[in-house]
Structures are given as structure tokens and as C-alpha cells.
């Protein structure tokens, strides 16, 4: 709280570097959930 | 009237086969999945539910304790940032939920009010987070609420929900908001068990639209 964060400027878009990187990391979280082999994936009923 | 007779006209009766019907417990808690359910876009909505666990023991421990406990003590310090923390991958995991229900057209095959229903969690998610911001007890909390008023005031909520009056931010939050978002989301769940995991689209019966 004694040391705010510092911004991304560009253009209109304007976000603290922490809230960047929560969102970046959320969308490599995604793209890899989507791609990812998922343990036992074969052995559903349909 | 035959006994038989009666019984048909009891309410528990005609409950009961109205629960069979629409959930049968073979759908409430399966023990297999489609194959399409085989992939890590669906673990997202299960951590959010673990997440919101978290959240609430936490809670109920910081409640239980009181502000002087959560700012003063290595312990509370400890079990404030557990329920920080848990809140933060509670809206991570909601939001990446919400990612893959969009993108997989969740809301398709009478999934609409299922759809529905989370958008509202989500909303209240957000009001009960707020008012938790707004229950620290200490310098962030005081600055949330003087600069959130006059949001507020210009909404024309302010006589009703006063950010400055910490008994009813507080009551809200750890009362009647946690309550709500809880029992919504027992009914996604149950909504959820109900009709299945959405089929992906254009495959095997799945809508297109």
C-alpha cells in the first residue's frame, strides 16, 4: 500500500503491471488447459 | 379412500418422484463421464468450488477471532492471507470458468437458467468481495469506503447500502452475502448434475446455437 504499482500505458488501456500479469498468466493457464493430455481421458462412458 | 389412494395424494410423495425424475442419483454423483469431459477445461469449475471452501473456513475463523487477532498475531496474519489468497484463485478459476462455458456455449440445451445462475454468483462473488475489502479494520479499508461512497451516492444506493457503516458492510459479508453465494452455488451444481456436462458443439447431438 506504501508503494503503489507501477502502470502500463498504451493508448487507452491503462493497468498496473501486478493486474498484467494476473491476466497474462490466466490466458497461458487456459491456452495450456486446452492443449494439456488430461490423465484417464479415454475411459468415458460415450 | 384406500390407502393406496391416500398416498397418491400426499405432496412428499409426488416430491419425491418429482427429485427421481429430474435428478436420479445416478446423475448426482456419477462415477463415470463422457469422453469429451476428459480435458483440464473442466477441472476449472471444480477448483473454483474448492477455492470457495477455503474461503469460507477462513472466514469462519477470522470471524470467530476478530480484527485485533487478523492485524496482530503471526496466526491471524496467517489465516487473513489464507482467506485473501483463496478469495484471489477463487475469482482466477471463476473467471477461467466462465472463459470455457463461453467459448463451449455452456447455456446450449435447456442450459439457460444454469447459464443465468452463474452469471448472478459471479455478481454477488463481486459484492461479497467488496464488502470484505471494506472489513479489513485498518488504513485500505477506511480509504475503500470514503472514496466508494460517492459512487454509491451518485447511484442512489447510498441510504440503503452505506459503505461507511462497517456494522452493515461487515453483517453483509460475513452473513447474508456468503449465504447466498453458497446456496447459488449448490444450485449450479445440482443444475449442473441435472442435465449433464454441455456435449461439444456439432458433435454427437450437440446444437450449434
Redesign the interface.
Known amino acids: 500500500m506504501d508503494t503503489p504499482a507501477q502502470y502500463f500505458d498504451w493508448s487507452f488501456i491503462h493497468i498496473s503491471y501486478p493486474n498484467l500479469l494476473v491476466i497474462g498468466l490466466m490466458l497461458v493457464l487456459f491456452a495450456v488447459a486446452l492443449v494439456a493430455p488430461f490423465p484417464h481421458g479415454g475411459d468415458g462412458d460415450v | 379412500m384406500s390407502e393406496l389412494d391416500a398416498a397418491e395424494g400426499s405432496w412428499t410423495l409426488r416430491v419425491r418422484r418429482w427429485v427421481d425424475r429430474v435428478l436420479p442419483m445416478d446423475n448426482l454423483l456419477p462415477h463415470?463421464?463422457?469422453?469429451?469431459?476428459?480435458?483440464?477445461?473442466y477441472?476449472?469449475g471444480v477448483i473454483t468450488i474448492a477455492a470457495l471452501a477455503w474461503v469460507v473456513v477462513s472466514g469462519v475463523v477470522l470471524s470467530f477471532m476478530g480484527p485485533q487477532w487478523w492485524h496482530a498475531s503471526s496466526l491471524g496474519r496467517f489465516f487473513n492471507s489464507l482467506h485473501f489468497w483463496s478469495v484471489q484463485l477463487f475469482f482466477?478459476f471463476m473467471?477461467?470458468h466462465l472463459?470455457?462455458q463461453y467459448f463451449m456455449a455452456g447455456w446450449r440445451d435447456g442450459r439457460a437458467a444454469t447459464w443465468m445462475i452463474g452469471v448472478v454468483i459471479f455478481g454477488t462473488s463481486i459484492l461479497t468481495a467488496f464488502t470484505g475489502y471494506l472489513s479489513q479494520q485498518n488504513?485500505?479499508s477506511q480509504f475503500i469506503a470514503i472514496n466508494a461512497k460517492d459512487a454509491m451516492n451518485a447511484g442512489g444506493i447510498g441510504a440503503f447500502f452505506n459503505v461507511l457503516n462497517f456494522g452493515q458492510m461487515y453483517g453483509l459479508h460475513v452473513m447474508l452475502l456468503p449465504i447466498g453465494v453458497t446456496f447459488l452455488v449448490v444450485v449450479h451444481i445440482v443444475m449442473v448434475r441435472a442435465r449433464g456436462v454441455v456435449k461439444p458443439i456439432g458433435r454427437?447431438g450437440g446444437s450449434p446455437s
Not at chain 2, 463415470?32 to 477445461?41: K, N
Open positions: 463415470r463421464q463422457p469422453y469429451y469431459v476428459g480435458s483440464w477445461v477441472v476449472f482466477i473467471v477461467l472463459w470455457g488504513f485500505d454427437e
